[in-house]
């Protein structure tokens, strides 16, 4: 284990390359492959806060415990994820005859699920469903820098600290408390070839951040009212894959997109999950660039919650400086160490060299495409960040844009790749 420059043990920051993910904003699932939350970045969240760290299904049959193995995870929709597991029961037939279907739909209010066990054998069964819950209210930078969960103490299934809500409700569930965690108990009795359902949901909200659901339909729908009837350029089978590829594309960015609390109808894509749940300068208008032409609401929505937050004043310790574009905003801020030493980031940051000129560029494509109308009210926005790019982007005036922390303690490196490691020489020294 690592020991950051303070002496405290750091576990790093966990992996997601094995998780399965089910997702709207603002919430978010992110399991294991049978469905279960336990350990890393696994858990249930709501923004930049986790409600839920432990979510483990013990299955059990004449008080023998039942092996339950994952078979496929399928993507139904936006915010709707199915965990396809097989019951390995004694006597059972080498291909297993009975499953555990778990359907998982996450939307702008919570999440909820339903637990179906499918008996296609000739045998009745009589199965007991424990899933135990561990209520959580870690921040994302906690959960980032791989800090052990908060035990938190859940009466009568509702949690909070005054900002962000949860409230657990399984009415059919024998419910059994404990301080850190609570356990739903349910008794399925399975006649041959039946199937028996048991369900559980969690209401989820916060509010402390800048940001909600948005208002605006997505990629999605704006593809279908532009979809018209034609002959597919190639062979049938190819183009199949293709809209298959660009529905599931559009069905992730719909996912991913956010809107101001005040303004809802001003959208923007977060920059990703599970860490970057958030308006970011880089990576939202880049995002909003690229669908100028599907989507330009978004584009335009981005435009205008970035210069709702463009800078102000000179004050080194979040890099804010007068025209300049943010680089990310949150709940909570970040503390994390890496390569570069101790990292502690304000709620409101603008340590990036390259968001002000793309916030320009995305600013004049929209213009260009019919939105002067809407674009003049900032104007004033516009010259501002063409001041920066001008006199502090370039405080040497070389004719190249330049960075530097002076807070200290803010990134090292704030182009695209901004970890402190990331800008090497060719021997792999640190530049």
Known sequence: MKVNPDGV????????????????????????????????????????????????????????????????QLDLESGHTRFVNALRIEGDTADPKILLVRDRVVDIEGVREQMAVQNASSKAFVLTLELQVSPDLSSMEKIKSGKPARAVYAKGGKWDDGSAFATWWAPEAKLVESETSFTCCWCLNLKPNSEEACAWS?????????????????????????????????????????????????????????????????????????????????DSIITAWLLRHECPQVGLGTVRALAARQGQADRPQTGEQPGKILHEVRRDGLETFDAGGRISLPPTYFGTIDATPLWVRLFVALWRGGMEGEL????????????????????????????????????????????????????????
Not at 13 to 21: D, E, G, T
Not at 34 to 43: E, S, V
Not at 248 to 255: E, I, T, Y
Not at 390 to 400: I, N, Q, R
Request: aromatic share 8%; hydrophobic share 40%.
């Open 9 to 72: 043990k750091m576990a790093g920051q966990p992996f997601l390359h094995n998780l399965v993910p089910t997702l709207r904003v603002p919430n978010q699932v992110w399991a294991d492959t049978a469905g279960n939350l336990d350990g890393g970045a696994q858990g249930i969240y709501c923004y930049d806060t986790r409600l839920i760290s432990r979510l483990s299904l013990r299955l059990t049959l004449e008080g023998e415990e039942v092996a339950v193995e994952p078979l496929t």
């Open 376 to 431: 003049s009210p900032l104007l004033q926005r516009l010259q501002a960040a063409l001041e920066w790019i001008c006199t502090d982007g370039d405080a040497d005036g070389d004719l190249f844009l330049e960075y530097v922390d002076k807070s200290g303690r803010g990134l090292a490196n704030q182009g695209w790749k901004d970890s402190g490691d990331s800008i090497r020489w060719a021997d792999g020294q640190f530049a």
């Open 202 to 282: 969690l209401q989820m909200r916060d509010e402390s951040g800048q940001f909600a659901a948005s208002r605006h339909a997505g990629i999605t729908a704006q593809a279908q009212r532009r979809k018209e009837p034609q002959e597919a350029a190639g062979p049938r089978a190819a183009q199949e894959k293709v809209d298959l590829w660009t529905a599931v594309a559009a069905r992730d960015l719909d996912s991913l997109l956010m809107g101001e609390r005040s303004r809802p109808e001003n959208s923007f894509y977060a920059a990703g999950a599970p860490w970057f749940f958030t308006l970011f300068g880089r």
